[in-house]
């Protein structure tokens, strides 16, 4: 159990630019989040997976905000067209079905729009 | 919809003294409650938890008990060291059986132990 890894840990892109992170959950966890925190704040949920089907996604989630989970194993977040706004900690979670265990959280992709 | 409210930070104490960081939530059915940590330039670590009324969730010193009555789940530590200092959220998942079990998370209360 390598606990869950993401990539990159910082990310700084120009405002316009398409940024894509990559979340590698526990691999015996089917079901695998997404939570975006500003600074001062606390997690807020964007989307998750259970398994490889997108089951939900927030209102917070733009049509710029795009999240894949082929096979079932890791997970992509691309932020198209980025804006000084979507400046956050992106995290990724993942969990056994049903998440009364809690959650195993990444470090996180820092993501700086200048 | 679910919410969590949390006492408002930061938080400055002296090393060995009592730590008490107020959690209290809003929501349908029966929640699991958590704590969670965060230290500078990392993820969130999973501090203690607790899934049903009057369970106590415990954990390095830490502890918490779901109050059902005042829909509360208080964290409290009787000496608190210096790396103790971080960032500690209360958060609720909706209850097993439904759909999503995501997080709903306070708003995070900054810890300082001085020695």
């Known amino acids: 159990d390598t606990g869950v890894s993401q990539d990159p840990r910082h990310k700084i892109t120009k405002r316009g630019q398409n940024v894509t992170f990559r979340c590698d959950p526990i691999s015996e966890h089917n079901r695998l989040y997404w939570y975006r925190q500003t600074l001062g704040q606390g997690p807020e949920f964007l989307t998750y997976?259970?398994?490889?089907?997108?089951?939900?996604k927030s209102r917070l989630l733009s049509d710029r905000f795009s999240a894949e989970r082929p096979k079932g194993s890791f997970s992509t977040l691309e932020i198209q067209r980025t804006e000084q706004g979507d400046s956050a900690m992106y995290l990724c979670?993942?969990?056994?079905?049903?998440?009364?265990?809690?959650?195993?959280f990444g470090s996180g992709t820092r993501l700086t729009v200048v | 919809g679910n919410s969590v409210t949390q006492m408002e930070g930061p938080v400055t104490l002296s090393e060995e003294a009592f730590l008490t960081i107020n959690c209290t939530y809003t929501?349908?059915?029966?929640?699991?409650l958590f704590w969670y940590v965060q230290y500078p330039g990392e993820g969130l670590q999973l501090l203690l938890k607790a899934t049903k009324a009057d369970d106590k969730g415990s954990n390095k010193g830490f502890e918490a008990t779901y109050r059902k009555e005042t829909t509360s789940f208080h964290l409290e530590k009787g000496s608190v060291q210096v790396s103790d200092s971080a960032v500690y959220f209360c958060?609720?998942?909706?209850?097993?059986?439904?759909?999503?079990?995501?997080?709903?998370f306070g708003e995070g209360t900054q810890l300082t132990v001085n020695p």
């Open positions: 958060a609720l998942s909706d209850p097993p059986e439904t759909s999503g079990s995501r997080l709903t």
């Open positions: 997976f259970q398994n490889e089907a997108q089951l939900e």
């Open positions: 929501a349908t059915g029966y929640p699991s």
């Open positions: 979670a993942s969990s056994r079905a049903g998440g009364v265990y809690g959650y195993t």
